[in-house]
């Protein structure tokens, strides 16, 4: 009888610590680490509930299913878990090392992430202390229109950091203060 209540009370307990840590764990951010050989560059910090994948240089497929494939550096992308439409991906390109460098590999690259891009804003930016720079505009991605905004941060070690968001029409809007707050956690490696 006094064990089935020792039990019981562990039970109880456990549930108990469970439930007040409940809320804890749904304020936590992950932080990640953008690396390359072994070497940090940047960090920042996932949401919750977004998925976050990393690989080493890879392919990058077009906006459209028949696009051929660029080669791009290691890219890290986060997803959010219940919104297929919103995507946020980074990159530190080898050898681009200012913003007009990282404007120039955006121009590179931007077909592969989005069809007729028409450019709305260009500003000039101080991110953390770093100097950057934030182009956003519209477009089309596999058949719908989009939004993106894509900002080239200049990091103090002589490389940039690009970050890319596209928000897809009828994407959940409410996303915004989450990618915000990615943007604001970017801080350069020490």
Same mark, same amino acid.
């Given at each position: 009888?006094?064990?089935?209540?020792?039990?019981?009370?562990?039970?109880?307990?456990?549930?108990?610590?469970?439930?007040?840590?409940?809320?804890?764990?749904?304020?936590?951010?992950?932080?990640?680490?953008?690396?390359?050989?072994?070497?940090?560059?940047?960090?920042?910090?996932?949401?919750?509930?977004?998925?976050?994948?990393?690989?080493?240089?890879?392919?990058?497929?077009? &906006?459209?299913?028949?696009? #051929?494939?660029?080669?791009?550096? =290691?890219?890290? *992308?986060? /997803?959010? %878990? !219940?919104?297929?439409?919103?995507?946020?991906?980074?990159?530190?390109?080898?050898?681009?090392?200012?913003?007009?460098?990282?404007?120039?590999?955006?121009?590179?690259?931007?077909?592969?992430?989005?069809?007729?891009?028409?450019?709305?804003?260009?500003?000039?930016?101080?991110?953390?202390?770093? &100097?950057?720079?934030?182009? #956003?505009?519209?477009?089309?991605? =596999?058949?719908? *229109?989009? /939004?993106? %905004? !894509?900002?080239?941060?200049?990091?103090?070690?002589?490389?940039?950091?690009?970050?890319?968001?596209?928000?897809?029409?009828?994407?959940?809007?409410?996303?915004?203060?989450?990618?915000?707050?990615?943007?604001?956690?970017?801080?350069?490696?020490?």
């Amino acid at each position: 009888m006094i064990a089935i209540k020792r039990r019981r009370t562990r039970q109880a307990l456990a549930l108990g610590l469970a439930l007040l840590a409940a809320p804890l764990a749904a304020s936590a951010q992950m932080p990640v680490s953008y690396t390359e050989g072994g070497r940090a560059l940047f960090h920042f910090e996932a949401p919750d509930f977004w998925t976050v994948r990393a690989g080493g240089p890879q392919e990058l497929a077009g &906006p459209d299913a028949d696009d #051929a494939p660029r080669p791009v550096a =290691r890219v890290i *992308g986060l /997803e959010p %878990t !219940a919104e297929p439409h919103v995507w946020m991906g980074f990159v530190s390109p080898v050898g681009i090392s200012d913003l007009e460098g990282g404007v120039a590999y955006l121009a590179e690259i931007g077909p592969h992430l989005v069809k007729s891009p028409e450019v709305t804003r260009r500003k000039d930016t101080v991110l953390n202390g770093m &100097p950057a720079r934030v182009i #956003a505009g519209t477009g089309r991605r =596999r058949g719908r *229109g989009v /939004e993106f %905004t !894509a900002t080239v941060v200049d990091l103090p070690n002589g490389r940039v950091a690009v970050s890319v968001v596209v928000f897809e029409a009828g994407a959940n809007t409410q996303l915004v203060a989450d990618v915000n707050a990615v943007l604001a956690s970017l801080r350069a490696a020490r």
